[in-house]
C-alpha cells in the first residue's frame, strides 16, 4: 500500500526510514519533505497545514494510509478531515490531540483523574497572575504558555521579578502568539527527565523503549530552550520498576481518562516525564513521535511501523507487542550556529556519502533542501546523526565520531549528548 507522510524534519525522515523497511510499504510520498526523505519518499509541495490539498492528493494517489507526524496539523484537525473524506489516517482527532495542544486542558485532565503532576493554577488574566505569583507562589516557579510554541513556550522563573517578566513575555506580549492567551504557573519539579513515546488505540496503550532528551542549546544544560539538541535510549534511569508504575499511574490512566472524556486518543502519546523523588510525574503530554526523540526509538524498533499504526487505527493493539533490539542509541543534532535565535541559511553542505553502506549509522535530515542541485541547510537544526551501539557509551562513540563526517560551516552542536550515561 502506498504511504503519505505528512511533516518535514528529522522526526519525518525517521518515519519514513522506518516505513521504508516495513512489508506493507508501497511508494512512500511525504509532505513537504526535506533533502534527505527524498531518499525514501517522492516529496510533493504541499504544505502540513493544507488539509484539504493533502486530502485531494492522498484521495488522487490512492494513499492507503497517512501518518502525520507533526503537532501543528494534528492540533488543527487534520484527522478529522481525512476521516471526513473516509481517508485512512494515523494521529490523534482534534479532541484529542488538545492532550498535546492546551496545556491548560492535559493539567486539568491530570488533576481529575488523579495522575501524577505538578502543582499548578491556570489563568486568562495576566493581572491574576501576577497577584497569584506575588502573594502565593514559591521560587523557582515555571510558566508556560497554554498553546503550541514549539517547545520553547516554558520559564523558568528563580525570583518574583523574573516571574513579572515571564508574564509580560507571554501574556502581553505574546511572544508565543495566541499560545499565550491562557498560562500555566507550576511548582518547580527536580529529578531526571525521560521521554517515553507510546502507541495508543483508544483503549490499550504500548509504551516504546524509553529516551532522554537535551532541550537547551548549550553543553552542561545551558543557554535557551530548542526543540532538543539530541538524544539517546534507552534511559538507564527508567528501570523495569519506574515503567511498571507509570503503566499504573500514568499511561494507562491517561487513555482511561481521555476515553472517558469522549476523547479517545489513537496515535502516538509522548510522555515527557520528571522522575521525582515522590516517583515519576507527568511534565508535558504530546500527541506525535518526539523529535530527536524519534530517530533514536525507531531505529531500535524491531516492530513493523506499519503494522502496529493498523493496529492503533483498528483498535487491535491489545493483539500487538513491541519489540526493540537490545541496543542503545544515540543522536547528536548539528544545528546552524545561532540556533534557536538567529542564524543563516542555505549553506551548501557536504559528506552525506560517508553514510553510504554503513549499518547502524543513519543521517536523518531536519532542514536541508536542495538548491541548484546540491543539499543546503534550511534550518535551525540541519541534521540528527544516530548511532546505535552495544551499549549506550558506544552509541555515543559513534555518534560523534559520525558528527565529523558531514560539513557545513556554521556548524554547530553540544558536546555532551548522553553524559548523563557516566553517572547511571
Ligand atoms: P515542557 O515543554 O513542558 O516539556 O517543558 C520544557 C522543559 O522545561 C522540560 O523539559 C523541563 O526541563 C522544564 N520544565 C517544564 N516543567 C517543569 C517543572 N514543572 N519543573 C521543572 N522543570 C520543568
Ligand atoms: N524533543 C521534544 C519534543 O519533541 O517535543
Known sequence: MDILIVGSGGREHAIAWSVSRSRSAGKIYCAPGNAGIAEYAECVPIGAMEFDKLADFAAEKNIGLTIVGMDDPLVGGIVDVFEERGLR????????????GSKAFSKDLMKKY????????????PEKALDYLRNKAKFPIVLKADGLALGKGVLICSSLSEAEEGVKTIMEDKKFGSAGNRMVVEEFMTGREVSVLSFVDGKTIRPMTSAQDHKRAEDGDKGLNTGGMGTFSPSPFYTDEIDRICMD????????AMAAEGRPFKGIIFFGLMLTEEGPKVLEYNARFGDPEAQVVLPRMK???IEVMEACIDGTLDQTELEFEDNAAVCVVLASEGYPVSYEKNIPMSGFDNFAGKEGYYCFHAGTKFLDGRIVTNGGRVVGITATGKDLKEARANAYQATEWIEFSNKYMRHDIGKAIDEA
Do not use: K
Open 249 to 256: 499511574t500514568i499511561f494507562q490512566p491517561t487513555v482511561d
Open 114 to 125: 488523579g495522575i501524577p503532576t505538578a502543582a499548578y493554577e491556570n489563568f486568562d488574566d
Open 303 to 305: 516492530t513493523d511501523i
Open 89 to 100: 489516517v494515523f494521529g490523534p482527532r482534534r479532541n484529542a490531540a488538545i492532550l498535546e
